[in-house]
């Protein structure tokens, strides 16, 4: 697979047509790892309560409960989730019905993969930017909010100084911060010490041992580069 998979973001595709659910959850799973699926709306519903997903992808006419239906249910307690629907060109005067639902968008059918590559991913940085969270590789996050570092849902233990250099690099994610920029931010109370490439050497060769392969790489001459792609 030529990218990582997003793990912090679910997503559930609700359709009645097998044909076509099995495409688009194949589809989906080349960039989400947790997709949930449901062939109809009753099911899709029940998927919606014990995964709480964060993004829905919805067919309007579904048997059981209509897409509509059940993003009414869905909308009684929850205005957070993202919810998009896609529909035939027939069902234009039923899209009308849900301006009210507060839905992200309206996909036409046959709904092109580039297009809806494009909006879920604009999603899933909107919901990170809501929780204050940078994606980092595999798995791991950084929480902007409480300055801290997870992989999954466990916190990795970051030293005083560790954190402080995290906090620097995140706040310019895929940008070179100097080596210099780094011992100034580290020892800000402390003007008259004198730099020392050596001490941060040392500091970020700990730091990427607790991080994935290749998460900060040196740039000669320039500095340190906290990839997050």
Request: hydrophobic letters at 40%; a neutral charge.
């Amino acid at each position: 697979m030529p990218h990582s998979q997003i793990t912090d973001v679910s997503i559930l595709i609700a359709e009645d047509e097998e044909a076509l659910l099995d495409s688009m959850t194949e589809y989906l799973e080349l960039f989400f790892e947790k997709v949930y699926r449901a062939k109809d709306g009753q099911e899709a519903y029940q998927s919606y309560l014990k995964h709480h997903p964060d993004i829905i992808i919805a067919d309007i006419n579904m048997p059981r409960l209509d897409g509509l239906a059940m993003i009414r249910k869905i909308r009684e307690n929850d205005r957070k989730t993202k919810i998009i629907i896609t529909s035939a060109h027939s069902d234009q005067e039923r899209l009308l019905q849900a301006i009210e639902l507060h839905l992200v968008k309206y996909l036409i059918k046959p709904v092109q993969s580039d297009r809806l590559k494009t909006l879920l991913l604009s999603l899933v940085d909107e919901l990170r930017s809501q929780r204050h969270t940078l994606a980092l590789k595999e798995a791991f996050y950084w929480d902007t909010l409480n300055q801290k570092l997870f992989h999954d849902a466990e916190e990795i233990v970051l030293k005083p100084r560790e954190r402080k250099v995290m906090s620097l690099l995140c706040s310019h994610p895929n940008q070179s911060v100097s080596a210099i920029d780094i011992y100034n931010h580290l020892y800000e109370d402390q003007p008259e010490r004198d730099f020392s490439s050596h001490a941060i050497a040392s500091l970020m060769k700990r730091l990427r041992q607790k991080l994935p392969k290749d998460t900060i790489k040196s740039a000669y001459g320039v500095g340190y580069i906290l990839q997050t792609k």
